[in-house]
């Protein structure tokens, strides 16, 4: 990943922030108030261009980071742009997030890409799956490497709209009501899934899943309706007090918290039209602002997460890993799913062709001609 460059952004002050006000901001990434240098604004725009950008974080250093991060878009570009921040559900449903840019409602939209998988399939390969590309590294191999991002862009330009960049998140975990240990206690749970290939993985392997957005995860695990619910990481998911409703958290083997969305990518995607009114300049710079803000998002999750273990333990809560014996098990179930997603269109066969070259590469090595045997891409 890119690092900020150190003109762009000057610290507001040197106090260490307290913590509660780093709850407050969203990490100390978040925190540090930062600020650009000033961006040389366009001389013919008399104006503030002004985006309605509405996110999928509900709440928690997902959503605090987000919104002091817009507040700093109108200075760091002189007064041209501005970012007007709102959290998941606050102006369109969170699944509703891709047509309330393309009508209009919004200008863009920071979403979870997963969640478009039921009406693009190829968004499945634009977000972690079930033992898939496993580091953020691998991603970026990926997008930056091998025409990832080029596609991305393509894919979502037929449907109106602007894919700008990729933002890093981290592994999701998954809270339940009764421990789960090994694949087979899997079998018979309802488990609340992100949907698309996901969703596909768990039931191959017995679960009862469920399609809610992040917002519904406590609710439905506190009334029962789910046993179990996948979402996001440890600070999130803390401040949402899935401690209050779930007393098991299970992950993967050590080294791998999550194997079936260990990077759960989101993304930055504008109308087209509204993309197409900013100057080439200016293009260039919300895309390099796109990285920049993946930086310190990324940064204040993985701090925050590592912060939150702790309060589960205190909290009583008891947390499993996989035990590495099982990824097989996984690797079996996954593989099939891999090639009848990447057979559902032609952009989901491109997609899944660059990520099978990475993962059959002597780079990463996950994946063996054995592994493959018998199955194949139609497009």
Not at 29 to 48: K, S
Not at 245 to 270: C, H, N, R
Request: with cysteine; proline share 6%; net charge positive.
């Amino acid at each position: 990943m890119t690092s900020a460059p150190r003109d762009r952004y000057q610290p507001a002050g040197d106090a260490q922030p307290s913590r509660r006000a780093l709850l407050k901001t969203g990490g100390a990434a978040a925190a540090g108030a930062l600020m650009a240098a000033p961006f040389i604004r366009d001389a013919q725009a008399a104006e503030t261009t002004s985006w309605k950008v509405q996110t999928s974080w509900p709440a928690g250093v997902g959503l605090q980071t987000f919104k002091t991060w817009c507040a700093t878009i109108k200075d760091k570009t002189g007064g041209e742009l501005e970012f007007k921040p709102f959290a998941a559900k606050e102006v369109v449903g969170d699944f509703e997030l891709l047509d309330g840019v393309k009508n209009g409602v919004l200008e863009a939209m920071n979403s979870f890409t997963l969640y478009w998988a039921g009406k693009l399939p190829a968004t499945a390969f634009l977000s972690s799956y079930l033992m898939g590309l496993r580091y953020p590294h691998e991603w970026d191999i990926f997008f930056y490497s091998k025409d990832g991002l080029k596609v991305a862009r393509e894919i979502f330009a037929k449907q109106g709209l602007y894919y700008v960049n990729r933002i890093h998140h981290g592994p999701n975990i998954i809270h339940s009501k009764k421990p789960i240990r090994t694949i087979e206690d899997f079998k018979g749970l309802k488990l609340r899934v992100p949907g698309g290939m996901i969703a596909e993985g768990f039931a191959s392997i017995g679960a009862k899943t469920t399609l809610l957005p992040g917002g519904e995860v406590f609710s439905a695990l506190e009334k029962g309706t789910v046993e179990a619910a996948d979402y996001t990481g440890p600070a999130v998911n803390w401040d949402l007090g899935f401690q209050q409703v779930a007393k098991y958290i299970w992950t993967g083997p050590p080294g791998l918290e999550s194997v079936y969305q260990p990077v759960d990518l989101m993304d930055f995607v504008v109308r087209m039209d509204v993309w197409n009114k900013l100057s080439p300049k200016m293009k260039q710079w919300v895309d390099d602002e796109i990285q920049v803000y993946s930086n310190i998002h990324h940064g204040a999750i993985q701090k925050a997460d590592m912060e939150a273990w702790g309060k589960f333990e205190k909290a009583g809560v008891k947390i499993n890993r996989l035990p590495a014996e099982d990824l097989p098990k996984f690797q079996r179930a996954a593989v099939p799913l891999w090639f009848k997603w990447a057979n559902k269109d032609k952009d989901a066969t491109r997609l899944f062709k660059l990520q099978l070259e990475i993962m059959e590469s002597h780079t990463v090595g996950y994946v063996t001609p054995d592994m493959v045997k018998g199955l194949k891409l139609e497009a």
